[in-house]
């Protein structure tokens, strides 16, 4: 068994123990700059949605541009995209939302683009815009950049993935609608 599965067993056991020592990583890995070997271990991190861990990981980076330094690639954009599905949108501490949506905003900038590292599917947009609920001014700010980018996307493209980013942003917009006419309902409590 070598260095990095002794970690990863680590970080996902979820004892108290685990998470000990995920604080005291989070602060070595803290000190480094985020890589393309390293990227991997911060997004585990990120996973464990720990006070202490983020307070080391942000201690001297934006959760924004934490990301920024990297090529985006199918195994990030997919990574991101989990981070923000994997728990409900009040439970996600808003320094990894900020994270996730920021870098997904880069990516979707040129929304072709961005569907040739990682087609967005109507699902994976529900997970994303779920944290609208939060007002929270820089998210929300991220994810209408997203869905500005995407809803100019050919609406035969991509699974309509365009019309289901263009009726998000509308009932966002329409004090009238509001998300819960075109988000799953499941996805915003």
């Given at each position: 068994?070598?260095?990095?599965?002794?970690?990863?067993?680590?970080?996902?056991?979820?004892?108290?123990?685990?998470?000990?020592?995920?604080?005291?990583?989070?602060?070595?890995?803290?000190?480094?700059?985020?890589?393309?070997?390293?990227?991997?271990?911060?997004?585990?991190?990120?996973?464990?949605?720990?006070?202490?861990?983020?307070?080391?990981?942000f201690k001297k980076r934006m959760p924004e541009s934490l990301f920024s330094r990297i090529t985006p690639d199918k195994r990030l954009v997919a990574s991101l995209l989990n981070l923000l599905?994997?728990?409900?949108?009040?439970?996600?501490?808003?320094?990894?939302?900020?994270?996730?949506?920021?870098?997904?905003?880069?990516?979707?900038?040129?929304?072709?683009?961005?569907?040739?590292?990682?087609?967005?599917?109507?699902?994976?947009?529900?997970?994303?815009?779920?944290?609208?609920?939060?007002?929270?001014?820089?998210?929300?700010?991220?994810?209408?950049?997203?869905?500005?980018?995407?809803?100019?996307?050919?609406?035969?493209?991509?699974?309509?993935?365009?019309?289901?980013?263009?009726?998000?942003?509308?009932?966002?917009?329409?004090?009238?609608?509001?998300?819960?006419?075109?988000?799953?309902?499941?996805?915003?409590?």
């Open positions: 068994m070598n260095q990095s599965d002794v970690l990863n067993q680590m970080l996902e056991s979820g004892t108290q123990a685990a998470i000990e020592g995920a604080r005291g990583f989070a602060v070595y890995l803290a000190n480094l700059p985020v890589s393309t070997e390293n990227l991997y271990m911060y997004l585990k991190v990120l996973s464990l949605n720990d006070t202490e861990v983020l307070n080391a990981v599905s994997s728990r409900r949108a009040g439970e996600t501490d808003p320094r990894v939302v900020h994270a996730c949506t920021g870098t997904l905003a880069s990516v979707y900038t040129h929304p072709a683009d961005g569907m040739k590292i990682h087609a967005l599917t109507a699902q994976e947009l529900y997970h994303t815009v779920k944290y609208l609920v939060l007002k929270d001014e820089t998210a929300e700010r991220f994810i209408t950049e997203i869905l500005e980018a995407v809803t100019t996307l050919p609406s035969g493209e991509y699974g309509g993935v365009s019309l289901v980013a263009g009726k998000i942003r509308d009932a966002a917009l329409d004090t009238t609608k509001g998300l819960e006419s075109v988000i799953p309902h499941g996805l915003l409590i």
